[in-house]
T-cell receptor, first 115, second 111 residues
Framework: DAGVIQSPRHEVTEMGQEVTLRCKPI?????LFWYRQTMMRGLELLIY????????DSGMPEDRFSAKMPNASFSTLKIQPSEPRDSAVYFC?????????????FGSGTRLTVV | DQQVKQNSPSLSVQEGRISILNCDYT??????FLWYKKYPAEGPTFLIS?????DKNEDGRFTVFLNKSAKHLSLHIVPSQPGDSAVYFC??????????FGKGTHLIIQP
């Protein structure tokens, strides 16, 4: 298995532009998580899905952020319009819930820079 | 309001000695705790975990201790090796699937 795959690895965009981050979870995993890492706040949970359904999006900072999971093998996190304070590393992670093992597998992250 | 706190942003330890990373939490509903390790330009990887019904879990050079009354857990690495240099995140689960992470501790192993 190739693990959790995120794209792009790096994204540099101008303020006001739309940004879309992509994630392919591990096949067979039924939970998917989007995290944001910054120096000030560490790893913050933005939203998570279980069986493609959004369960908790209370961590999504503003209406400018939206996430979708149209099927079990793909998810997107969209920021529209982007702002410099959105600059961070965004991680996607997946897991199989129900076995008692709560460990996640993380992707390599997308480093977003908004100028 | 941080529910999982790692108060040491960095820690330097000599190779071969013991590394002790600490983590405190405030939410008594947390029932499962995990440690993740992160190298630069990579995602965090799962290292070791412990259920709230236990006070110790060991896996090779890594041992996690949980003190529920103090709401404190620690990760011990012995002996420390150069490849252990990384950022270590403490995480906790309570109720729902989402994990709450601390800000991380950067462990540096000195030769």
């Amino acid at each position: 298995d190739a693990g959790v795959i995120q794209s792009p690895r790096h994204e540099v965009t101008e303020m006001g532009q739309e940004v879309t981050l992509r994630c392919k979870p591990i096949s067979g995993h039924n939970s998917l998580f989007w995290y944001r890492q910054t120096m000030m706040r560490g790893l913050e949970l933005l939203i998570y899905f279980n069986n493609n359904v959004p369960i908790d999006d209370s961590g999504m900072p503003e209406d400018r952020f939206s996430a979708k999971m149209p099927n079990a093998s793909f998810s997107t996190l969209k920021i529209q319009p982007s702002e410099p304070r959105d600059s961070a590393v965004y991680f996607c992670a997946s897991s199989f819930s129900g076995t008692g093992n709560y460990g996640y597998t993380f992707g390599s992250g997308t480093r977003l820079t908004v100028v | 309001d941080q529910q999982v706190k790692q108060n040491s942003p960095s820690l330097s330890v000599q190779e071969g000695r013991i590394s002790i990373l600490n983590c405190d939490y405030t939410n008594s509903m947390f029932d499962y705790f995990l440690w993740y390790k992160k190298y630069p330009a990579e995602g965090p990887t799962f290292l070791i975990s412990i259920s709230s019904i236990k006070d110790k879990n060991e896996d090779g050079r890594f041992t996690v201790f949980l003190n529920k009354s103090a709401k404190h857990l620690s990760l011990h690495i012995v002996p420390s090796q150069p490849g252990d240099s990384a950022v270590y995140f403490c995480a906790a689960r309570g109720g729902a699937d989402g994990l709450t992470f601390g800000k991380g501790t950067h462990l540096i192993i000195q030769p």
